[in-house]
Nanobody, 123 residues
Framework: QVQLVESGGGLVQPGGSLRLSCAAS????????MGWYRQAPGKQRELVAA???????NYADSVKGRFTISRDNAKNTVYLQMNSLKPADTAVYYC?????????????????WGTGTLVTVSS
């Protein structure tokens, strides 16, 4: 069993900043990629940013230069620092974590998703 706990969402004015966190806990052998997706009302879920176990990052064009993804491997936590927020960034943000665990003495892998945290950018 693995649990993901997200935090940091809320209401912010345009131009403001927020920091999202997502902590994984439970039966974890190791963690591969970690990332953040978002889903705005009436739109499909889209990748915002991702980070590999080695620290390589990938960003959606719409957030490059404004958002920064990072991870703390000791805490099994991924962060998303969001600066210069725009109303278009309003969405539910979901973290996703690729977990490696031990099942019947064999390594197995599964992607886990958080329940989402709402970010609203409005004046």
């Amino acid at each position: 069993q693995v649990q993901l706990v997200e935090s940091g969402g809320g209401l912010v004015q345009p131009g403001g900043s927020l920091r999202l966190s997502c902590a994984a806990s439970g039966s974890i052998f190791s963690i591969n990629a970690m990332g953040w997706y978002r889903q705005a009302p009436g739109k499909q879920r889209e990748l915002v940013a991702a980070i590999t176990s080695g620290g390589s990052t990938n960003y959606a064009d719409s957030v490059k230069g404004r958002f920064t993804i990072s991870r703390d491997n000791a805490k099994n936590t991924v962060y998303l620092q969001m600066n210069s927020l725009k109303p278009a960034d309003t969405a539910v943000y979901y973290c996703t974590v690729a977990i490696v665990y031990i099942k019947s003495a064999v390594l197995a892998a599964m992607d886990y998703w958080g329940t989402g945290t709402l970010v609203t950018v409005s004046s």
